[in-house]
């Protein structure tokens, strides 16, 4: 049985023309393609500075210590995201403080945000992730930024091209990072980039991925090797220009989901708002019962691929047990932990393959 892909990249003859001419260069570190890529993805975004890195994960380690994050600074982000985007907080000898998600959303709860930041008025920084391409409520989260005096960094990992009232993710904060792992809306293979509008910023973070040198071979600070390269870039140049095409199909694709599995009572879609532009990285639906390890099996089956995100919020993990966080237990985290399942929504699939996943989803009750 051929398997329907959770996630699948789209890759044609622009990106094999750069590859080749990468090649034919020699030129396969850091080059010319790295800043024609950090300038097409600033101006996509209407952002002042990008810094390409080797991976999502190492640019928010040095967007945070570029931002001014420091051991023993603590800084308020999500449970529920990738496990990179806290790990990345422990890299700066940060501690990360978590605060609840809201049910329809996946997202930080801007209310409990809100008490924590009262309650704790030492927070220094908020790390906050547009989850699954759905962006933060952005208006509340401002808010709260100036009035608690935050550094703000925005994790857009999963939400190329979401907007909020019409401002793209990754605008709003100090600095805000991408990533370019094959699964998300577009791709570089491995990679990232840092994004900002503070100048300084961006020469700490361009030193920070160069072992600490702004020029060859002299090293002010500790830093690290994490430019991208050339032939990533050569892909991230030519996916760039796609990426609202894939965005519209990913956004269609949703569309069309939600219009047939709305109405069915066991399962909830995702939530739409008119404020703000959701790109489904990835389209994530909430089990109303306790049958998610059954339907997970039943799709399987079925030949369509699935995934949970997340299986376990992240002060769950080994890790965050060893690291003191073991007590902590978030209520609405813990619940969505064990109720979410995400379908395919990737703009390779086709019309066949979206209708075969609507009825297999839809005839589960039947098949049990
Ligand atoms: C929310 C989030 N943050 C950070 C990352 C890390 O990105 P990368 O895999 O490029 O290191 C990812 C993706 O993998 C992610 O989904």
Redesign the pocket.
């Known amino acids: 049985m051929i398997m329907i892909p959770i996630a699948q990249p789209i890759l044609d003859n622009k990106e094999k023309e750069n590859i080749i001419e990468v090649l034919d260069s020699g030129m396969l570190a850091e080059g010319e393609f790295v800043r024609r890529f950090e300038e097409a993805f600033c101006t996509f975004l209407n952002a002042e500075h990008g810094v390409a890195t080797n ?6 380690h040095v967007a945070l210590k570029a931002a001014g994050i420091e051991k023993g600074d603590r800084v308020v982000t999500t449970p529920f ?2 496990i ?2 806290t790990n ?1 907080l422990l890299y700066c000898g940060a501690r990360p403080v978590f605060v609840d998600i809201k049910e329809e959303s996946y997202n930080i709860d801007p209310e409990k945000l809100e008490q924590k930041l009262k309650a704790e008025p030492d927070i220094k920084a908020l790390l906050i ?1 547009h ?1 699954f391409g759905r962006p933060c409520s952005m208006d509340r989260i401002m808010e709260l930024v100036d009035k608690y005096n935050l550094i703000l960094i925005e ?1 857009c ?2 939400a190329h091209g979401a907007s909020f009232q019409g401002k793209k993710v990754g605008t709003f904060g100090r600095a805000a ?1 991408f ?3 094959p ?2 809306n577009m791709t570089t293979a ?3 980039i840092v994004v900002t509008g503070d100048r300084d910023l961006k020469k700490r973070v361009e030193s920070l991925i160069r072992h600490g040198s702004t020029y060859k071979y002299y090293h002010e600070i500790l830093g690290y090797n994490y430019r991208m390269n050339n032939l990533e870039a050569a892909l991230g140049v030519a996916q760039i220009e796609k990426l609202e095409k894939f965005n519209r199909k990913r956004r269609a694709n949703a569309a069309f989901l939600n219009e047939h599995l709305r109405e069915l009572d066991w399962l909830q879609t995702p939530k739409e708002d008119a404020d703000r532009s959701h790109v489904y ?1 990835l389209y994530t639906v909430s089990l109303k019962e306790n049958s998610r390890d059954k339907f997970a099996d039943y799709l399987k089956e079925s030949g369509i691929g699935c995934g949970i995100y997340y299986p376990l919020p992240v002060y769950r993990q080994p890790l965050y047990k060893e690291r003191g966080y073991g007590n902590i237990s978030l209520p609405v985290v813990e619940k969505t932990a064990q109720k979410v399942i995400s379908l395919p929504v990737h703009p390779a699939l086709t019309k066949s393959e979206l209708r075969k996943i609507v009825e297999c989803v839809r005839n589960f009750k039947n098949s049990q």
């Open positions: 991976s999502g994960t190492a640019g928010l995201s990738f990179a985007t990345a992730v989850l994790d990992a999963q990072v990533s370019f792992y699964t998300k491995e990679g990232g990285h």
